[in-house]
């Protein structure tokens, strides 16, 4: 259908200012398109065109030994990517690409990771992109460019924006330009694995190896293991040569009571956690439905027990149990009541990252919120985009 | 002194015993203090120079006594300000006369540690110490260390996202909280976030840390524990130059390594805290850094080993380890106490910009210049690996032309961040000391979307109002 649509492409945030301002006097709304790559994250929108960050690209500041970097939202994330590791360097949070969940091509974009605050399986160790972005600007509602944070990773000058449009999905504005705070690239890696613990056992044993001092940068369990091989859980430890070697054996031993580890290193563990990041134990199917639950750790099993009683269902844990990737069969709501009954139990929330477009128009996709909540989160809206302009219902309906 | 207050609305003056009959039911009795000698202790918080005796002063002991004293507030048109142990040093705490102080003093415990969620469910009134107290046998801590942390509270903490020495590497406070509970200005109490590693919605936690008490007020925080570092050892660096020692920090971490902390001293502060703490720091240098690495012996040991290298080409003209924890601990008490040691010798203004680590030597050299043109003796002590400069301008408070002076350069200080690339301030909060600078790195769009926002909770302004945002052209 979008390709029917009309196309805007500003060269400018000048551009899109005038774009906003020629959409606000039509009543037109427009949807918000970095790389295409997740069209399929959050409720269907309907729009009148579609406004994309498709020419607003190019780095426009990265200074290494800052640890910053700012670029023009439409800036694919490769590039991004590919200018830090030529320096050594990597954003900390280790953004999800979910081009194998929803089965698209294209180049996920910088923008778009800020806008829906992806994070892979470091964010337990480094923080979520949330908290690596330092700087956004962005044109609001009402066509104005308005900036917020900067290129300085400490600053508590006036209300945080950034966090706000960061997660927002697009339905705050348009960013334009985008600053992230970044870390050096650890020089090695190791995976250790310990294999066959039930989710009990391998919540507790990760859940050691996240209380020692040994920085673990990764920590999944997997039941049916990578490649349906027996259930492998898994941590990670990224360093220098020197103290990877140290910290592994440390860990090994700490670990000792759950069984021995086998240990996994460079490109092979490097290519593990890439398909954690990007969820292929379940993306492969294309058939069912894949939810995210987000919830405290410890509550991960039971919340797990609760649902697998009700609904066939493949999952594996990531951030140590504190996330669970799940699969079901579609049926008519995805298993929306008994997930979001039992994660509401554990103090969680499910998002439902992958759906037919059908039952997410009819589904909540992000977890309901109760009514103080949502007149706050109405109100933020109507502050940015009084006409509803941007990526309308994206989130929630009127949102 | 020159900062204005608006003015107090004679209307609520003159209803100040009605509005205290209204708040004495909601409140138990040795929680309303109203005798003028008991308010005077809440007038002003650690950026003394300003100060107004609040109309009453509230100590809610729970979330639902915060609740009925904001709502009746809100009903009656009350300006609330909020206030933790009240060591803003940005007046985020001062009250105004037309206002009550609602103090979270009481709300004192540390409800839940949960070990294995690696989370700590407290009120907003516990001490940003007592939380790592509270965990440390079990080889945890909390993160944040803002040099006040033995008075500070996590809601004042919260309220301004307080930073510390450490956070380089862990982040400030809005890294560390994962949720809070708040009361918005009608009294309605709201759960953001929680024990999870996020939460559905916009990110109104986000929005929240750091709002100055704008948003509502935090009567409970769930915040992050981490593990501690095997072990950790401060080393001092001393260097001919300010500008030597400047280019060695962003060698270090153009290096790809990120220390603990890396703190920078020039040769005013090293004096002034050695004279204070004795911790051996050279007196002969120009500029020093305290570097902390941590580990296990042999990772603290390789560390260094690089640093002292890439020190070794900056000119480094001491190189001082800790040998023992109580040489560490005299080293951290000296450079915590820069501030406090610095009041010992004369009074004094710290500012709190942040800069570009590229900059830092322009910014020292312009910082001296422009202190020394105006006749201020300045002591720089700071957050080096970040940028967030922390010039203590000294001056005579007995002298009223000495006072305004340095105010104003302190403003010129300020700017002359901006200028640079970074902000007014890094983690102290704008409060009323910088409220009126807001222009200067925010254009009026930028300002009239934060104060959109802000109308979001607190349509009335009635929440600490005279902070954060210049006084004209409000929405």
């Known amino acids: 259908m979008t390709q029917l649509m009309q196309r805007l492409e500003p060269q400018s945030e000048q551009e899109a200012c005038a774009i906003v301002k020629q959409a606000r006097l039509d009543r037109w709304s427009l949807a918000i398109e970095g790389g295409g790559t997740r069209a399929g994250l959050g409720r269907p929108v309907p729009a009148d065109a579609v406004l994309s960050t498709r020419r607003l690209t190019g780095i426009t500041l990265y200074e290494p030994a800052e640890l910053v970097i700012s670029a023009r939202a439409g800036t694919p994330l490769a590039e991004v990517e590919a200018a830090l590791a030529a320096k050594g360097q990597m954003l900390p949070f280790e953004p999800a690409d979910y081009r194998a969940l929803y089965g698209t091509s294209g180049e996920p974009t910088i923008g778009a990771i800020a806008a829906c605050n992806l994070s892979g399986p470091r964010r337990i160790q480094t923080g979520a992109a949330r908290d690596a972005l330092i700087g956004v600007r962005l044109v609001n509602g009402e066509a104005q460019a308005v900036k917020s944070g900067g290129r300085v990773m400490k600053n508590v000058t006036g209300l945080d924006l950034v966090k ?79 103290s990877l070697a140290y910290r592994a054996q440390k860990l090994t031993d700490r670990l000792a009571p759950f069984g021995a580890l086998r240990r996994l290193e460079g490109e092979v563990s490097a290519a593990l956690w890439r398909d954690i990041a990007q969820v292929k134990p379940l993306a492969k199917a294309h058939g069912p439905a894949i939810w995210k639950l987000s919830l405290p750790a410890h509550k991960a099993t039971a919340c797990m027990r609760a649902i697998s009683e009700s609904l066939g269902a493949r999952y594996f844990y990531d951030w140590g149990g504190g996330l669970i990737w799940l699969a079901v069969m579609p049926g008519d709501d995805a298993g929306a009541l008994r997930i979001r009954a039992a994660v509401a139990e554990a103090h969680g929330h499910a998002t439902l990252m992958r759906a037919p477009d059908d039952i997410r128009k009819t589904q909540d996709v992000f977890a309901p919120l109760g009514a103080a909540l949502m007149k706050v989160t109405s109100g933020i809206k109507q502050s940015f985009d009084p006409d509803g302009i941007f990526n309308p219902g994206r989130m929630y309906a009127g949102v | 002194m020159s900062i204005p207050f608006p003015l107090p609305d004679d209307a609520i003056l003159a209803r100040r015993d009605e509005i205290l009959a209204g708040l004495a039911p909601l409140l138990p009795p040795e929680a309303l203090i109203t005798t003028e000698d008991e308010r005077r202790a809440f007038e002003t918080d650690a950026f003394t120079a300003y100060r107004r005796v609040p109309l009453a002063v509230a100590l809610p002991t729970t979330t639902e006594e915060v609740s009925a004293v904001l709502r009746f507030c809100h009903e009656q048109g009350v300006k609330v300000v909020a206030r933790g142990a009240g060591t803003s040093l940005s007046g985020g705490a001062i009250p105004q006369t037309d206002a009550i102080v609602l103090g979270l003093s009481k709300l004192n415990r540390i409800l839940d540690v949960n070990f294995p969620n690696r989370t700590a469910r407290v009120q907003a009134g516990v001490t940003n110490l007592s939380i790592t107290e509270a965990v440390s046998a079990e080889g945890f801590f909390y993160a944040p260390d803002p040099s006040s942390q033995l008075a500070c509270t996590i809601g004042g903490n919260i309220g301004m996202n ?122 002969d240098v120009g500029a020093m850094l305290i570097i902390e690495v941590e580990g296990s012996a042999v990772e603290m040991d390789a560390q260094l080993a690089k640093i002292i290298d890439i020190a070794k080409q900056h000119n480094v003209r001491v190189v001082r380890e800790s040998k023992s924890a109580m040489e560490t601990a005299a080293i951290w008490k000296g450079r915590k106490s820069a501030f406090g040691a610095t009041g010992r010798l004369a009074d004094y203004i710290c500012m709190d910009g942040t800069v570009p680590t590229g900059q830092l030597s322009y910014v020292l050299k312009r910082t001296g210049e422009i202190c020394a043109a105006a006749g201020h003796r300045v002591a720089n002590v700071f957050h080096a690996g970040d940028g967030n400069m922390h010039p203590l301008i000294m001056f005579d408070v007995n002298d009223p032309k000495s006072a305004a002076s340095a105010e104003y350069i302190g403003l010129e200080l300020l700017k002359l961040c901006v200028d ?18 807001m222009r200067y790195q925010f254009t009026e769009e930028d300002l009239r979307q934060q104060m959109r926002v802000r109308a979001v909770f607190d349509p009335q302004w009635l929440l600490n109002p005279a902070k954060v945002f210049p006084l004209d052209g409000r929405n």
């Open chain 2, 162 to 283: 307080s930073g510390g020495a450490h956070c380089l590497k862990y982040g400030v406070t809005t890294n560390n909280v994962l949720g809070v509970r708040m009361v918005q200005m009608d009294g309605t109490i709201l759960d953001l976030g929680g024990e999870a590693m996020d939460a559905p919605g916009y990110d109104l936690l986000g929005v929240m840390v750091g709002s100055e008490g704008q948003l509502g007020i935090v009567t409970e925080a769930v915040v992050r524990i981490l593990p501690m570092a095997e072990d950790a050892r401060p080393v001092l660096f001393g260097f001919d130059t300010s500008e030597e020692a400047g280019a060695c920090v962003a060698a270090i971490i153009g290096a790809g390594i990120i220390p603990v902390a890396m703190e920078f001293m020039d040769k005013e502060a090293i004096a002034i805290c050695e004279a204070f703490a004795k911790a051996g720091y050279p007196l």
């Open chain 2, 420 to 437: 640079a690339g970074g902000c007014l301030t890094g983690e102290h909060g704008v409060g009323i000391e910088k409220r009126d600078l």
């Open chain 1, 164 to 242: 706000l449009t960061c997660g927002s999905h697009g339905t705050l504005g348009l960013l334009t330009e985008v600053t992230f705070k970044l870390l050096p690239r650890p020089q090695a890696q190791a995976t250790l694995i310990l294999d066959g613990l039930d989710d009990e056992r391998a919540i507790a044993a990760m859940g050691s190896a996240l209380s020692s001092p040994f920085e673990v940068s990764g920590a999944a369990h997997l039941p049916t293991g990578h490649d349906g091989t027996g259930a492998q859980t898994l941590l990670r430890l990224e360093r220098d040569d020197v």
